[in-house]
């Protein structure tokens, strides 16, 4: 065997060299032509799991990554899973035409130990618990977002204001009233203040709460809106429940928040226990620009609730969406 199996992440400082077994929303796998997996050095002074892994598949295949699970390692070498998309948008990327198959069609064309790569990534990608997928969440985006230069990077966005506002204002779209807003994985707080700015404009009277699962982002929103504080909670879009059972009119989540599996799961607990009698689940999707994912809507129908609306970003860019479910006002709440 050309490399050893691992758990967890290597060193940083221990790894040169990545290669990558990328796997797109659908569950197939997309490489270079060749057939060959995407490969490169990580330069001086960056961090292979913050930068490399998103800059390389960028360069050489076209591939946004989201989320990485490194899986093998040959000394400096590290081998990965990436969980993400095609990638068209204004950051550097290759312009090819990638070769796209499931894990199992690919190992039958590729060579002896790209097939071995490919196998091994497919298992641990497909084998990641709850617990699993939760734990890489923070460990990417936590040190990530803490890092960022700008209001906009603390919450996990690499525009200015200007394209913030045109990438998420179509939240607001599903604001019909006055009322609270509760925002399911605030990071930094910059949704909470946002979606109170932009309702406000529309003569609407938004109270912002957040929660998020990284105790390192719920620290940085706190420090930054102190007279949110005490609204500002660490929990998990799964099972949080809000101090003394609080309902709020509007509440806001990413489909990202949670495995695929469990998506499900996570809108009824939402409809259940976060949105009050005749309130709105606002569910939002951000796709890699030019990926082939489906919208917010489309996830939602999907999964078997009824879409009361949807809005996407602004600008002609459909990358990101929202949709909304209304909870019936006669709907009994779930205990707390």
């Known amino acids: 065997m050309p490399y050893r199996l691992i758990e967890g992440d ?3 400082s221990a790894v040169r060299w990545l290669t990558f077994v990328p ?13 060959r997996l995407p490969s490169g050095e990580v330069r001086a002074g960056e961090h292979y799991l913050l930068d490399a892994c998103i800059r390389i598949p960028l360069e050489t295949v076209g591939f946004r990554m989201q989320r990485v699970g490194p899986f093998a390692a040959d000394r400096d070498h590290v081998y990965a899973w ?8 204004s950051r550097p990327h290759a312009v090819i035409e990638p070769v796209v198959d499931t894990a199992e069609a690919l190992a039958r064309v590729l060579d002896a130990v790209s097939a071995m790569v490919v196998r091994d990534g497919a298992r641990a990608f497909r084998s ?22 700008t209001v906009q990077a603390g919450s996990g966005f690499g525009g200015d204001a200007a394209r913030w506002r045109a990438r998420r204002e179509m939240i607001v779209d599903g604001i019909d009233r006055a009322g609270t807003f509760l925002d399911v994985g605030c990071a930094n707080g910059l949704l909470m203040e946002s979606v109170r700015d ?7 009277a938004i109270e912002p709460y957040g929660v998020d699962l990284a105790p390192g982002l719920v620290e940085l929103a706190r420090r930054r809106l102190p007279h949110w504080a005490d609204r500002i909670e660490v929990g998990n879009a799964i099972d949080y429940v809000p101090a003394g059972g609080r309902r709020f009119t509007f509440v806001h989540v990413l489909l990202d928040c949670v495995p695929v599996r469990r998506r499900g799961d ?3 607990h939402a409809l259940d226990t976060l949105v009050a009698p005749g309130g709105r689940l606002l569910v939002s999707h951000y796709q890699s620009a030019g990926g082939g994912d489906r919208t917010a809507a489309e996830h939602v129908r999907d999964l078997g609730f009824e879409v009361a609306g949807s809005s996407h970003a602004r600008g002609g860019d459909r990358a990101a969406t929202t949709a909304w479910i209304d909870r019936p006002a006669a709907m009994p709440v779930a205990p707390a």
């Open 10 to 12: 290597p060193e940083p």
């Open 23 to 35: 796997f797109l929303p659908d569950g197939r796998c997309m490489v270079l032509p060749g057939p």
């Open 82 to 89: 990436l969980d993400g998309d095609r990638y068209a948008g």
């Open 128 to 149: 990641q618990s709850d617990a699993d997928y939760y734990a890489t969440n923070v460990r990417l985006l936590e040190p990530a977002y803490l890092r960022g230069t």
């Open 198 to 204: 932009w309702a406000a404009e529309r003569g609407l």
């Open 266 to 268: 996570m809108l009824r």
